[in-house]
Structures are given as structure tokens and as C-alpha cells.
């Protein structure tokens, strides 16, 4: 039960991202951190005395996590390979749940779950970060306010450079595909698929090219190489809702590029763009007033746009669901995008959505 309007939170898994989490709890009145859970026993001990969370709140096992009465809500950050189950936790437990993206470690897991939450939906929320970019939100403004006109296409890229030859990252989880799925496709491009979900609607089509440009990572401890079997590169066309096409590339070999996730949006009345490393400006190109001459600028987004994404969890468990908030059908349709991805990669064919 949610006790004075506050939802208790259990953290699951301590690794990079949930310090991003735990200040995003911090900052809401709503939410308070209440339980942790990972198998690092000196994470657990670590941000366990950093948040002050009693010893009986600090797990080992999720289940026990998610089955423990006094947490309201959970947020889960765990590797690829473990979301499902979580997800799964959740539903047999009726626990409202933030779940990090990729959805699943694939198509096959995210159909499962399909069946079990048919049966037994519960709140859940899919943390497609990027929808909550102030510049972002504006764009999604500008758009149903039809100020574009009619779409005609859509460029989104998503680049990154760490896995470039140049930096000779080790072996990591996020190269290993049991625990991780896909590489780029799925950490990136997932958010990729989303910001045009998000922007235009739904896919009908893809073509794509998938590619590991580094074979091969050392290995930290053993100093031995081990086999890259995910991509570090993945293109793709598209087309969607209302035949708008989409051009998508997302790479992990992009030198120069920090972590720049951009889209552009080409309608008949102008043309707008969000950079997600510039989150509080647009670049636009349309006429002020029609008859008008285009006017290329750069706008400041107002303050207005900002929101914290776990306030859109928090209303979601409140059972006040905000519109564009990430669901459960977000992340299982996100999925099956990228399933067709890899299809048409490995086919060499166009590959339709249902
Ligand atoms: C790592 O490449 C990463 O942290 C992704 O996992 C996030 O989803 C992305 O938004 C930032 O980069």
C-alpha cells in the first residue's frame, strides 16, 4: 500500500545507469528509495549506506525484491539478459515496474511476456529516456500541432564513439550476445526506433544492414581475445505510419561523436531538428506566418518542456497515466522492430511489420 502519497521504490541492479536513477528519485517528492537489489554484495553495501537503506532492505534476489510488500513500485536496470525475467517477476507479483530499454533480449521473450500480461496486466513503464528531451518534447509539440504539414521523411541517427579500434575497449557484457542480444541496434538503435514511434507512429517496413566492424576485445582479466557476436553498426530504411520514410543509421565507431542521438523531421511546410546533446534548443527552418519568407533559426526551448521521466512513473503507479508516457506495448512493438531489423540484415530483404 502506498502509504502518505509517497511510492516506495526498489532499486534493481546497482551498476552505471542507476546513479541517472537515483537522482531522478531524489529530485521527486512522490517517489522514495526504499529497497536495493544486485549480486555485487559490495555495490549493495555501498550505495546501501550512501542511501541509508537498513540491512533487511538490501537483496540479493530480486524475487524477494519484488515480492516484499513494503515496495510499491520497482525500477529495474539490469543487463539485457535478466529484463524479462524481472518483467515476469512483476506481472506474477502485480508490481508496477520501470523497466530499462532494450524491452528484451529479443522477439521470442517479448511475446511471452505478451501472453502473461494479457492475462495479467500490471503498470509498466519502458525507459525510452529520449521522449523526455525537452527539445524533444517541443518537437512532438510542434508536430501535433500539424505546423510541419503533411511528413514526408525523417533522418534520426544515433552515434557514439567508444567502440572505436582507436579507444581498444576490453571485452565487456554489452559484446557478449546471450547477455546482451544485439549491440548498437539494441542499445541505441532502440532508442532510435522509439523517437520515430514516438514522432511519425508505426513501422510497415525495413531494410537493413547490420555490421561488427571489431571482431575481436581483449579480455581484462585473462588477457586473452574473445569473439564480438554483436553489431557495432546497424542501418536501416524504414517506412511508416502514413508512408513516411525513415532513414536510421546507429554506430558505436563514430569518432568525435559523444553520445548525440539527433532528428530531423522534413514536413511540407518546414523542417525541424533535435540533437539530444543540445537538449534545450531546436533548429527550425519554416515560414513565421504563411505567405511569409522560411526563416532558418535556432529557438530556445522553454523551460516548460522540462520533466523529470520518473514523474510520468510516478503518475503511471498513481494510476494517472500521462500521454506519451512508454509502455509495455512501446517496449513489445520496439522489440519486434528490431526483430525485422535483423531479419532483413541477415536476409538481404525488405521485411514488413505486422
Ligand atoms: C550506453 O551506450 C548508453 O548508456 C545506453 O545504454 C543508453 O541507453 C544511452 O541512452 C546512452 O548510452
New binding site residues.
Given amino acids: 500500500m502506498i502509504k502518505n502519497d509517497v511510492i516506495t521504490i526498489g532499486l534493481i541492479g546497482l551498476g ?2 542507476a546513479n541517472a536513477h537515483r537522482k531522478m528519485v531524489s529530485e521527486l517528492e512522490q517517489l522514495h528509495l526504499g529497497a536495493l537489489c544486485d549480486v555485487n554484495q559490495e555495490l549493495l553495501k555501498q550505495i546501501g549506506d550512501e542511501e541509508g537503506i537498513s540491512q533487511e532492505k538490501r537483496f540479493h534476489d530480486m524475487e524477494a525484491l519484488i515480492a516484499d510488500p513494503d515496495v510499491n513500485a520497482v525500477i529495474s536496470i539490469v543487463p539485457n539478459n535478466l529484463h524479462a525475467e524481472v518483467l515476469r517477476l512483476c506481472i506474477q507479483y502485480q508490481k508496477p515496474v520501470m523497466a ?2 532494450p524491452f528484451t533480449l529479443n522477439f521470442a521473450e517479448a511475446e511471452e511476456l505478451a501472453l502473461l500480461y494479457e492475462k495479467q496486466p500490471i503498470l509498466c513503464m519502458v ?1 525510452f ?2 521522449r523526455y528531451v525537452p527539445s524533444f518534447r517541443y518537437a512532438k509539440k510542434i508536430v501535433e500541432e500539424n505546423k510541419l504539414g503533411t511528413i514526408r521523411h525523417i533522418a534520426v541517427r ?1 552515434l ?1 564513439s ?1 567502440g572505436a579500434p582507436l579507444f581498444e575497449v576490453p571485452y565487456a557484457w ?1 559484446f557478449n550476445k546471450e547477455v546482451t542480444g544485439t549491440g ?1 541496434l539494441g ?2 538503435g ?2 532510435m526506433i522509439d523517437s520515430a514511434r514516438f514522432f511519425v507512429g508505426e513501422f510497415s517496413s525495413v531494410s537493413a544492414l547490420m555490421k561488427t566492424f571489431v571482431n575481436e576485445r581483449k579480455d581484462e582479466k585473462s588477457g586473452e581475445m574473445k569473439n564480438v557476436d554483436v553489431d557495432d553498426y546497424t542501418s536501416f530504411q524504414a517506412v511508416l505510419e502514413n508512408d513516411v520514410i525513415g532513414n536510421f543509421v546507429t554506430t ?1 565507431n563514430a569518432v568525435g561523436s559523444g ?1 548525440q ?1 539527433e532528428v530531423t523531421i522534413y514536413g511540407d511546410y518546414g523542417t525541424i531538428h533535435v540533437n ?1 546533446e543540445r537538449p534545450d534548443e531546436i533548429d527550425v527552418c519554416m515560414k513565421d506566418e504563411p505567405g511569409e519568407k522560411l526563416v532558418f533559426k535556432t529557438e530556445k526551448v522553454s523551460e516548460i518542456y522540462q520533466k523529470n521521466q520518473l514523474q510520468d512513473f510516478a503518475d503511471l503507479v498513481k494510476n494517472n497515466q500521462q500521454k506519451g508516457t512508454p509502455t509495455f506495448y512501446d517496449g513489445y512493438q520496439n522489440q519486434k522492430v528490431i526483430e525485422r531489423i535483423i531479419q532483413s540484415a541477415e536476409t538481404g530483404k525488405t521485411v514488413t511489420i505486422d
Wanted: charged content about 25%.
Fill in positions: 552505471g545507469m530499462e530499454k525507459g529516456s529520449y544515433y557514439q567508444f554489452r548498437a542499445d541505441l532502440a532508442h558505436r553520445n542521438h539530444c
